[in-house]
């Protein structure tokens, strides 16, 4: 009995060596390389920015800020909400000096709770105050446009959104609900028309509609016929064409007429943390953001409007001041849960 | 004495929920506890988790009986492709799904994807635990005129249901705190409430709210799988032979269509899809970017898997040997935290870390500090079971023989649960690999894994550059999945051989 009981466990711990190897050799890496880490750390950097905005994006600007300004900038990249939480935990001792938002409301949101500094008035006044913060906390620097995007062969496009919730539009409209922009114009819509109405709006648009993961997305099964219309932001059609190089697109784009809430313009701005400890050089990249270069790269590179006075869009692109948007502020659109809530409610997220 | 601070540790998330659900007063917890549509976020929660649990079930027993107790064709062949679902995250499956039929969505949606994704969590333990069952039980119960099926009910189920019970509890609060999948494939639970609130309004007294609510869902539930867990022996002399296998004649290739199907819904339709994704898409991935992610996912997966197994060996032992109010009390809270949704835990971690640890905040140990948090449970969970299966007599031998009590466990308690700590290790791992919310906040500046990477690219739709992340994924994950569902088999084909 007992030379069974013994040789049992011998054969376990033989069985057993490697699992020891494997558990142990790790063990020891883990103690060496946790010290080295704390020994390393971060914080070196000149800058530490919070991007919302994705690396794909913005990658590129920041490194030719690098090369102009000689600073050594450390970015952290993240959903937009998700850096907006984590810097409302963080408080003051947050090591960002500068938050990069993708959409006004978030920045609306940080600075209700007293977490963004003033910014200089000589720095933010080339931008239209429609698209900055009252209290100079934050500013907006490129803006983008919802539009319809449609095949002329198919359809004409509507004048207003709302008739996309009539018969003839039926399978033949695309949009993405989750997509945080159609989300906004979704809002929008709230603020100017009602709760009523809007819901109304939305059973309409998702019995005729299609729903796609993004605007990227919603374009292609525009441009590939699967359906004739889209709700999309502005760029996407434009980054498409530089894509596409000389060959025409099936697809354009159109506006609703003037005060429709199709045609919301939302901005992606920029606040410099309270907690900041580098002010100086968090001013300079939003100063770097509005300059001539930085307003180009936006006009250039992403599609976007350049929210700065006297730089034009891209080629192509209609004119910001030609857009006659809903009546409303951005700072109202900080509330999407009630858009959000709907948008469950009738089964669209 | 460590594993009681790790311990302590996971009540940060509770102590951090409660403070941000009562700042702004009562009245706004009962008002937002009070409303309808909190009820239905609940209810549809509850429903998935019992439905995703119940088919779990199902699935990992029937499956795991056919392998192990069956002449199944390639039973071998089967027993390891039938672990690897865990190895593919539920948002790239349900990513897949999606690519297959846009229109994918909804509760059954949810319910499959999930299931698919996490049916090994029952299969693993059932199948190592039929393995373990003395064939002597079942010829009496034959000789007496019971049937196959009979016998399978009344004599083996009863066994296997230690087994089953502490994967379903796996499941149970996996599908709770599941946002990626019911998020894609547009079904509300409280999890996604949690997330719309951080979301949309920037308003953590919601979020938190809710994260209470289903901390406080779990812990009944989880105290009544701790009750009915009873004070069962749950270890027995080990079987001098091999399991009896059933001959299913005829019936096998039949038999075969469970395994092949569940291979074709959760391993071949993620597969194909990356494949759809990388032939359709104009973006493409940098395989020097990649092999860097992989190679990060690894380490963070090594060292998170190591430090909770580190942890997890002294909590497994007492929740096995030494039943108090203090070790039953322990389990059920590392549980409780692993119902929350990631990023509850992921920003309760900024506000301690940011205040208290500063110096590694955003460092390495910070973030393998939140894998302890989130995954410390499955390295207890498979630590215990493996230690209440062997016999408390092993230790009380060598105890009477002159052993002090740490000599016997180093000697006795520690090698017997030597393939639990792995199978601990291992499905930590798994996880970390997986991990997208508490990563993306607490990781190094800098630092990418394979998860971060598939983020950033869907995030700006770029399908053909995410499809190589999304098999690294899977692939990384399946290093962990294999050595589970080799130590799970090991340990029995070793007792079938003494």
Known sequence: MGSVLSSSIFARLIGARRTVALIGIPLLTFGVAGCGAIGGGSGDADLTIYSGRAESLVADLITDFEDSSGLEVEVRYAETPELAAQLLEEGDSTSADVFYSQDGGALGALSKEGLFTKLPDDLISAVDPKYRATDSTWVGVSGRARVFVYNPDEVEPPKSVYEL????????????????????????????????????????LKQNGKVYEDNGVTLDAVEAG??????????????????????????????AEPGDPSSLINVAGVGILEGSDDLEAAEEFVTYLLSDEGQQFFATTTFEYPL?????????????????GPKIDLSDLDDLQATQELLAEVGMI | MPSLAAAGLTLLPLGYLARRATEQGWPVVTDLLGRQRTLELLGRSLLLAATVTLACIVVG???????????????????????????????????????????????????????LCSY?????????ALQRIDPALEEVSRSQGLSALGTFVRVQLPQLRFAATSGALLVATYTLSEFGAVSLLRYDTVTRGIYTSYRASFDRTPAAVYGCLLAAVTALIVFAEYRTRGRGRYFGNAPSRRPVVL??????????????????????????????????????????????????????????????????????????????????????????????????????????????????????????IAYVVLFLPLAVGAIRASVAQSSPGLEEAARS???????????ITLPLALPGIGAGTALVMLATVKELP??????????????????????????????PYAAAIVLVAAIPTLAISRWSRSTSTLEATQ
């Open chain 2, 401 to 411: 023989l002159g052993d002090s009590a740490r000599t016997a466990m180093r000697r």
């Open chain 2, 61 to 115: 027993v029937a499956l795991a009986w056919l392998i192990v107790r069956t002449d199944l064709p390639f039973r071998r062949t089967w027993a390891v492709v039938a672990a690897l679902p865990l190895a593919v995250p539920s948002y790239v499956a349900a990513f897949s799904w999606l690519a297959v039929d846009p229109g994918f969505e909804g509760f059954w949606a949810a319910a499959m994807v999930l299931t």
């Open chain 2, 247 to 368: 001959r299913l004649r005829a019936w096998r290739w039949l038999a075969v269509a469970l395994p092949l199907t569940l291979a074709a819904l959760a391993l071949a339709v993620p597969a194909m899809a990356t494949v759809y994704w990388s032939a359709k898409g104009s973006s493409s991935a940098v395989w020097d970017e990649v092999i860097t992610a992989g190679w990060t996912s690894l380490r963070f997966a090594l060292y998170a898997g190591v430090a909770c197994a580190f942890f997890a060996i002294p909590l497994g032992v007492l929740a096995a040997r030494h039943r108090s109010w203090l070790s039953g009390l322990i389990e059920q809270v590392t549980w409780v935290v692993h119902s929350l949704p990631g990023l509850v835990i992921a920003l309760s971690l900024v506000f301690f870390g940011i205040r208290l640890a500063n110096p590694i905040y955003q460092q390495t140990p910070m973030l393998i």
């Open chain 1, 165 to 204: 919730t009539g018969p003839e539009w039926a399978g033949k409209v695309g949009y993405a609900p989750t997509n945080a922009s159609f989300q906004s114009f979704v809002t929008a819509m709230r603020v100017l028309a009602g709760e009523e109405k809007t819901r109304e709006f939305l059973i309409g």
């Open chain 1, 308 to 324: 700065v006075a006297g730089i034009d869009a891209a080629e192509g692109v209609p004119p910001l001041s030609s857009i006659k």
């Open chain 2, 120 to 128: 090994p969590y029952v299969y693993l333990p059932v199948a190592a």
């Open chain 2, 438 to 467: 508490a990563t993306i906040l607490l990781r190094p500046t800098g630092a990418d894994t394979l998860a971060t990477q598939l983020w950033t690219a869907t995030s700006v739709g770029r399908f053909a550059e995410a499809a």
């Open chain 1, 226 to 255: 699967e359906i004739s219309l889209g709700l999309v932001n502005h760029y996407y059609l434009f980054e498409r064409q530089a894509e596409a190089g000389d060959t025409p697109l099936n697809t354009q784009m159109a506006f």
